[in-house]
């Protein structure tokens, strides 16, 4: 049934896509009402994509059929969606401040959450406050997150995005392998005032292990024996905390049934808490548990996360377009794009489905970007005159921060509304010839203008909120999470494992004890053997 509402849409497609924009702008002077939609104080406007009711309608009919609803419920309600995990994916119960059970094997996880947040809660202000210090006292001026992806990536998207709120001790993320990022990180810092939280849900990832250990290493040489003091956890693996020598009342853990990408919500999110409080925080929670509400109770076609994920669908699929850039015109998320591909492409990057078929369309599409506006200084050429179509999402606050600084917002909002504008009207080569002849240029020179030529109706979606705030940004991160959701349930993948990062880790296993080496890496192919020796020529080895 599926594949006949696949070639339905394709059909459809055909039928419509040479009909600009524009035009359907002027056939329809409800379209922005038509095809935007509201949640509180923010919008989602996908009035400036192709779809129109037809392909909306055949959309919802194939999350219908895909069987979305009850994949969605399965998944607040802990059933092993994950099926190549056997795990639930519960990140919904780490901010469900409705506070219903949520049953895991038929066991309420509530309590467990709650008694959880409640540790953080205590530790983050005791750090804040003092009261949780130094090994001689003192107050802890600076935190150190070490964690890679999922254990990395949140706090350290989150923590700029809600700088104004920022008012406890200076915090720093470290995640690369290269000793370079602890290396210049260290030279700033006194090991008497800091405090290292060490996040990794496995507690074995090498990156985090080997800067965890250099961490431990400086802060030993700092203060001596006094230095697993100044060291937190956030892990499930308690036994491994112990033996690093971590206290296990400064361990924070979390259930098997929160996945690393979607784990900030939880112990993940500790350095975040100590940054802005645990109030700050509960609000934070507050946006995801309101977006979850939403995605579980809004009429699919009312839905944001289900609106934007069939958006996405309608230009991988249906239209062909291979990757889209997300564009925060907000230089506070300027992380978000490097926090969304990990999101979108760890859990929808898959070639094979739950039931172990291979995939015979497109899955996961590359996810990129950058902040407003400095995108448009850099790849924006690309997106409106280049060869291949970029659906765009912006992201922009109608009001900022900056209250004295009014001017400055203005001009990132009129920016913003400007690109989608140009994406989608463009300018034929007439009005480019046009606009030459006006600005004064010579008969000869008017061949130009076929060079100014913007061909338009280039998609994009822009997604308003009134203000950046803890609220705020936990919805975007909801609407995100759940968008992938949508997707990878109408491609019928597991959107909650991540094999494909296994092969990389187990080879750089094999390899760590050959660099250096001169010979012993014979099984390998010719041009890792012609690397190693390169590599070995180069340090002298
Ligand atoms: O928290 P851990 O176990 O250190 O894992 C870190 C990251 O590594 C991955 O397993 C693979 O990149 C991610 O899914 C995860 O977020």
Redesign the pocket.
Known sequence: MDEDIWSRLAEYYERIKDTPLVERFARDPERFQNFSITLDDMLLDFSKTSLDETACSLLLELACATDLENKRDAMFNGEPVNRTENRAALHTALRNRSNEPVFVENKDVMPEVNATLASMAAFAEGVRSGITSAHDGAAFTDVVNI??????LGPAMATPALAPYHDGPRLHFVSNADGAEISDLLKQLDPGRTLFII???????IE?MTNAATAKKWMTAGIGEKATEHFAAV?TALDKTTEFGIAPDMVFSFGDWV???Y?VWGP?GLSLMIAIGQERFAEFLQGGHDMDQHFRSAPLHKNIPVMLGLVGIWHNNICGYESRAVLPYDQRLARLPAYLQ?LDM?SNGKSVTLTGDVITRKSGPVVWGEAGTNGQHAFYQLIHQGSQIIPCEFLVAAQSHEENLPQHHRLLLANCLAQSEALMRGRNRDEATERLRAQGAAQEDLDLAIHQVFPGNRPSTTLIYRKLTPRTLGRIIALYEHRVFVEGAIWGVNSFD?WG?ELGKELAATLLPLIGKNAGYEDKDGSTQGLLQTISQLRGD
Not at 147 to 152: A, V
Not at 199 to 205: G, H, I, P, Q
């Open positions: 964690g890679i992806g999922g254990s990395d996040s990794s849900k496995s507690f074995t990832t985090t892990s996945g690393g990408r784990s993940i990990q760890e991540q990062v």
